[in-house]
């Protein structure tokens, strides 16, 4: 059934940095995802990282595990070093893992990701994006079910959450609470209260990211650092950074209280 917007609506905001999680939670946020390198859609963070956010904010932390960009085809050292994060920052006090395994027919890889779950023990577990690059995400959802994965993150299989929003609908009611259908992607004040009352979503996910200018006076041309140099159209001279007020704008919108 869709949901009301002004029903009670999760909202987890991704964040790569202390300061990102300290703005999502003076935003309202009710969780964290956090990342490293979010330009490049979000990598394994480090440990210390994990252990500065948590100190720094009293919200639960999930944590990604994606050991590099690209696809989402692990080779058996890559998946291997996956496990190994998956318990680290367990240890290191994440409240859950944000993962995902395809095979390369595009069907999510049963057998990994019935491993990851098992290493995630008693912490909560996502399927992230990962799902957006399946096959047939219908099948793809049962799988999850089968596996008693209890959330996926989704843009309905489209370029942003309210572009999917007819797709994500469907997996609602495919799902019937037996998985949370979390959406993902482009959601923002102006439109997040449509998109759940159009879904029936009770979680939503954002980045909220602007790009603020380098705090460095002296700057080096022509010297990129990488493929993501270009990243906010100002390579090392733009830093990428959570916007408080964006977060605030969606909670509000999400509960009703004007956008």
């Known amino acids: 059934m869709p949901a009301a917007a002004n029903a009670q609506v999760l909202v987890e905001v991704a964040v790569d940095s202390v300061a990102g999680a300290r703005a999502a939670a003076a935003g309202g946020a009710q969780r964290v995802e956090l990342c490293a390198a979010l330009e490049l859609g979000g990598l394994t963070p480090s440990i210390g990282l994990l252990e500065q956010v948590r100190a720094a904010v009293a919200l639960p932390v999930f944590a990604?595990?994606?050991?590099?960009?690209?696809?989402?085809?692990?080779?058996?050292?890559?998946?291997?070093?996956?496990l190994r994060d998956v318990a680290a920052l367990r240890a290191a006090g994440a409240a859950g893992i944000v993962s995902g395994v395809l095979r390369a027919d595009g069907s999510l890889d049963r057998e990994r990701m019935r491993e990851l779950?098992?290493?995630?023990?008693?912490?909560?577990?996502?399927?992230?994006?990962?799902?957006?690059?399946?096959?047939?995400?219908?099948?793809?959802?049962?799988?999850?079910?089968?596996?008693?994965?209890?959330?996926?993150?989704?843009?309905?299989?489209?370029?942003?959450?309210?572009?999917?929003?007819?797709?994500?609908?469907?997996?609602?009611?495919?799902?019937?609470?037996?998985?949370?259908?979390?959406?993902?992607?482009?959601?923002?004040?102006?439109?997040?209260?449509?998109?759940?009352?159009?879904?029936g979503v009770r979680e939503v996910h954002l980045s909220a990211t602007r790009w603020r200018p380098s705090g460095m006076a002296f700057r080096r041309a022509g010297v990129p650092m990488g493929a993501a140099a270009g990243a906010g159209g100002g390579g090392e001279n733009v830093v990428r950074a959570t916007d408080g007020d964006v977060v605030a704008q969606v909670v509000r919108a999400v509960r009703g209280d004007g956008r």
């Open 64 to 82: 990604m595990v994606r050991p590099r960009a690209g696809d989402f085809l692990y080779d058996a050292g890559e998946f291997a070093a996956m």
């Open 117 to 199: 779950k098992l290493a995630t023990g008693a912490a909560a577990f996502t399927c992230h994006r990962a799902f957006d690059l399946c096959a047939d995400a219908a099948a793809a959802l049962e799988v999850l079910v089968d596996l008693g994965v209890p959330r996926v993150l989704t843009s309905g299989q489209a370029a942003s959450a309210p572009a999917g929003a007819a797709a994500i609908c469907e997996l609602v009611r495919q799902a019937r609470e037996r998985v949370i259908v979390m959406a993902g992607a482009g959601v923002r004040g102006g439109n997040v209260a449509e998109l759940v009352t159009t879904t």
